[in-house]
């Protein structure tokens, strides 16, 4: 098993991120969130660090993995594509961009490419309706899209 | 266990339907129902364990409060009147029942749950009968051995969290948790169970989700009968019941007593049945002849023996009772000494289990002083190097025996006595063949009697079906002497 742990930068801002919280499981989610920046999922290895480092078990940090969408138990990709396909983005196409996207780039619905370029996953609403059908990568709001520019936002991606 | 020693003094008094109660304040409102004789439908909530409120089937109402809530998730107060067979109350435990066997498999006929399940039981009751489903019902993995002869099957489950919250409290392992979210929501275990109190686990489980890799389709369940008596497997004495049939005993599982064990008891104390109904049994004497063990008359050890200098050795697993008949019936003999199994594990692990594994070392040591014999292993050391070719040895054989290298190290010391008998509840092993004769004794299921554990606390124990001939125990074999 390769041990996981946090670069220098980030064990800083671990220290600094349980200082927002009285007690140190309310920091579990924040920190879940900052282990995933650095390794982009959240290996079994990650897992076993974090539960030493703040004295959780595993099975309780696994619970909140598994609860959330946006924590992944699974290999992600350098490029984490998350499209809206809930009722406002349904009416204005969010379904057929997701699966057009995934035809175009032959890939399968939360399995990454195996050239570890792109990693899309079909989302309940993502709280952006005013900019109706929309999709996030990495975390930035895509807006108003078609099938066409939404293949070409993720073509020019690195 | 210790809280329920600490209950408060101060008594509260409260109206549940029609019917006034009285309980110690502090009581949660749930308890003092049930404590009470009325018989409320829940699932997650059980004494021994953190209250969780997740299952919503013991909702109540109460006079003044605008909603229903659940009993176990309130405490008691004075003068509260609270109802449970409204209407209102009547269709929210139908309605939270059907969500909870929404996704459930009706797979009643080949669960081994089935005769002691909550869902079947509160579905008599409070069920719809007629089937709403349009939608497909979530399949989850069964069949899952996770470790510890338990078995998880997580359709079954209906997420009351017991499990978890045994793991988190009880044990403190943590092994068990709840994955995923919403209908997909299903008891995960990290890697594997790994606590010696797993089996409690299978008790707990409302439902089949749960059940014990050493029991499952055993038996049904209906057709066994549980005989309350208590653990041999250590001086801790805790109180359990053996579940048995005519066909044989197949379990045994704690019984509340807040003095000893309080709702639990550790896994080893779950094997303590196997060799009541072992189908080698003696059924009589038996002597070793060529090479195996064959039924004997008593008057050709009565003979054997007549010329002989006899010696016992006494087990520390025997009833206060057998010791007393025992020593009225050989007061004549000098030379009697005790076995006792040697420590086995850590002192005590914290919660239940401790490394000495006599169950009745304190009834034994009473009962020597009492004869004028040294129960010390001194002197059992003493005899074992003394013995010589006129000595007719007889060795009450432990029941329960867990370091077999220091078990057989005994057998070996033995073989000096000229005669050697050896008086057993077990069946015909190899390891007997060191002795000339064997004798049955009762388990410890087939007697009545009484233990000391390590509190010094008297534990009975109860007569249930026998397995083999056990109508003599040790005191009545004397008349081999006469």
Not at chain 1, 120 to 128: R, S, V
Not at chain 2, 206 to 215: E, I, N, Q, R
Not at chain 2, 243 to 259: T, W
Request: aromatic letters at 8%; charged letters at 25%; hydrophobic letters at 35%.
């Amino acid at each position: 098993m390769k041990k996981f742990e946090f670069n220098t930068a980030n064990k800083k801002k671990y220290q600094e991120l349980l200082t927002h919280y009285d007690d140190i499981q309310s920091a579990l989610m924040p920190v879940l969130h900052l282990a995933q920046e650095q390794h982009s999922w959240l290996s079994p290895e990650v897992v076993a660090h974090i539960s030493e480092l703040m004295g959780i078990p595993e099975i309780k940090i696994n619970e909140v993995i598994s609860f959330y969408d946006m924590f992944y138990d699974h290999p992600t990709a350098r490029n984490v594509v998350q499209v809206c396909t809930n009722i406002t983005c349904s009416m204005f196409g969010g379904r057929e961009i997701h699966k057009g996207i995934l035809d175009h780039f032959q890939l399968h619905n939360m399995r990454p490419s195996q050239d570890g370029k792109l990693y899309i996953q079909k989302m309940e609403c993502l709280g952006a309706c005013e900019m109706a059908p929309c999709m996030r990568i990495n975390n930035i709001y895509e807006g108003h899209l078609t099938l066409k520019t939404a293949v070409q936002k993720l073509e020019v991606l690195p | 266990m210790s809280e329920v020693e600490k209950l408060p003094k101060k008594m509260i008094k409260l109206k549940w339907n029609d019917k006034d109660l009285e309980v110690p304040e502090g009581t949660n409102l749930l308890g003092a129902a049930l404590n009470n004789g009325i018989k409320v439908a829940h699932y997650c909530y059980h004494p021994g364990l953190a209250v969780a409120g997740v299952c919503r089937m013991c909702m109540v109402e109460q006079q003044g409060v605008p909603r229903p809530f659940p009993a176990c998730n309130a405490v008691v107060a004075e003068g509260i009147q609270v109802r449970n067979d409204t209407k209102q109350i009547k269709d929210a435990v139908e309605w939270t029942l059907q969500f909870h066997l929404l996704n459930h498999p009706l797979d009643c006929p080949i669960c081994d749950q089935a005769g002691e399940c909550g869902l079947q039981d509160y579905y008599m009751k409070h069920g719809q009968y007629d089937s709403a489903m349009i939608d497909k019902k979530v399949h989850k993995k069964k069949v899952q051995d996770i470790g510890c002869d338990v078995v998880l099957d997580a359709e079954r489950c209906i997420l009351c969290a017991r499990c978890t919250r045994f793991v988190d409290d009880v044990t403190k392992t943590h092994e068990l948790g709840i994955v995923n979210r919403g209908d997909h929501a299903e008891i995960s275990v990290q890697k594997e169970l790994h606590n010696d109190y797993a089996q409690n686990l299978v008790d707990i489980c409302p439902v089949g989700a749960l059940t014990s890799k050493d029991f499952r389709f055993k038996q049904r369940v209906w057709f066994l009968e549980d005989v309350e008596s208590t653990c041999i497997g250590c001086e801790t004495g805790c109180s359990v019941k053996i579940s048995q049939n005519k066909s044989g005993a197949y379990r045994v599982r704690p019984i509340v007593d807040s003095e000893v064990n309080g709702f639990w008891m550790c896994d080893d104390g779950r094997k303590i049945y196997k060799h009541l109904s072992t189908p080698g049994r003696l059924v009589g004497p038996m002597v070793f002849k060529n090479s195996m063990f064959l039924p004997v008359a008593e008057s050709e050890i009565k003979e054997k023996i007549k010329s002989k200098n006899i010696k016992f050795i006494l087990s520390a697993g025997l009833s206060n009772e057998e010791y007393q008949s025992f020593f009225k019936e050989f007061k004549n003999i000098k030379n009697i000494t005790l076995y006792q199994l040697p420590k086995t594990g850590a002192e005590f692990d914290g919660i239940l289990k401790r490394a000495d594994k006599n169950c009745n070392l304190r009834g034994a040591q009473k009962a020597f002083k009492l004869a004028g014999a040294d129960s010390s292993e001194e002197a059992m050391k003493k005899m074992l190097d003394t013995l010589t070719s006129q000595d007719a040895l007889f060795v009450v054989m432990p029941e329960i025996v867990y370091d077999h290298d220091n078990y057989a190290s005994f057998l070996s010391k033995i073989k000096k006595a000229g005669l050697r008998v050896a008086l057993t509840t077990d069946d015909m092993r190899s390891e007997f063949s060191d002795f000339h004769f064997l004798l049955p004794v009762p388990t410890f299921l087939e007697k009545e009697g009484h233990i000391i554990n390590y509190q010094n606390k008297e534990r009975k124990l109860n007569k249930g079906r026998s397995y083999g001939a056990s109508d003599r125990n040790v005191g009545d074999w004397a008349h081999l002497f006469h």
